[in-house]
């Protein structure tokens, strides 16, 4: 009678996953997918509470996965800023949005991840019997990130190599600050915030290749040195901000024929 109730247990949820699952290919509004995404969770959780197997646990978690990375590329491409963004009157709020700043940076890094890679992990993770978990992703999306890095690097050597051995050094002057391309300077503070992120990734993969310990003076040194920067960065923002606010006071005042 027990394997009954469990075989039936299974069925229902096994069932419950594919109408979920055609849900969310349906679905575009961020509350939607969060609804699917937290859905896929209880039926995860049900399926392993249940002992009903992990096969099952885990389609459970790919959907969950699949929810969550859909939500971080509709994430990304609001464009979000301190987890708001104004649009016309209307500020959008992650809170309002039912989703906290880590959830958000989370499913986004999820996101990142190439579709292939993707599937090479659900793969992989099944058929070694092991659970898939959205820990699993980000660690996935940090490997991408640090692979992603290392081709850049070598292909911007490859490109100095060439260009210094066929072409003559060129002198350019520094252009000055107004000639410069108009970007938001917050947007170039948050890529060198990024760039040291990349770069810290880096030291742990270079670290691990060569078999320092992590806990090396001349890692926690590095480490330092990094995370410094990035406090620098923030001070940076603020100055910044702050003398924006100046300027647009000592400039509201000019005529406009001066």
Not at 33 to 59: M, P, S, Y
Request: include cysteine; charged fraction near 25%.
């Amino acid at each position: 009678m027990h394997g009954t109730f469990i075989q039936d247990d299974h069925g229902n949820i096994s069932n419950r996953i594919q109408q979920v699952s055609h849900q969310l290919t349906s679905c575009k509004t961020i509350p939607e997918i969060k609804q699917i995404r937290d859905t896929a969770e209880q039926l995860r959780v049900d399926a392993q509470q249940r002992d009903l197997g992990l096969k099952l646990q885990n389609r459970a978690t790919e959907l969950k996965i699949q929810a969550e990375r859909k939500l971080g590329k509709s994430l990304a491409e609001m464009k979000l800023r301190g987890g708001d963004r104004k649009t016309g009157r209307e500020t959008i709020r992650l809170k309002d949005l039912g989703i906290d700043k880590n959830q958000s940076a989370r499913w986004q890094q999820s996101a990142s991840v190439p579709e292939s890679k993707f599937r090479a992990y659900v793969q992989q993770t099944q058929t070694a019997g092991k659970e898939l978990s959205s820990a699993g992703m980000l660690r996935l999306a940090k490997q991408c990130r640090i692979e992603q890095s290392s081709m850049a690097c070598e292909s911007n050597s490859r490109n100095n190599l060439s260009a210094s051995s066929s072409s003559p050094p060129i002198s350019m002057p520094l252009r000055p600050p107004q000639h410069l391309p108009s970007r938001d300077f917050s947007d170039l503070i948050d890529e060198g915030k990024n760039h040291v992120n990349t770069l810290t990734g880096l030291l742990e993969q270079l670290c691990e290749r060569a078999g320092f310990a992590a806990d090396t003076g001349e890692s926690r040194a590095c480490r330092r040195y990094l995370q410094e920067i990035s406090l620098h960065f923030d001070y940076l923002m603020v100055e910044m901000q702050q003398l924006a606010k100046e300027r647009r006071f000592l400039t509201s005042g000019i005529p406009s024929n001066f």
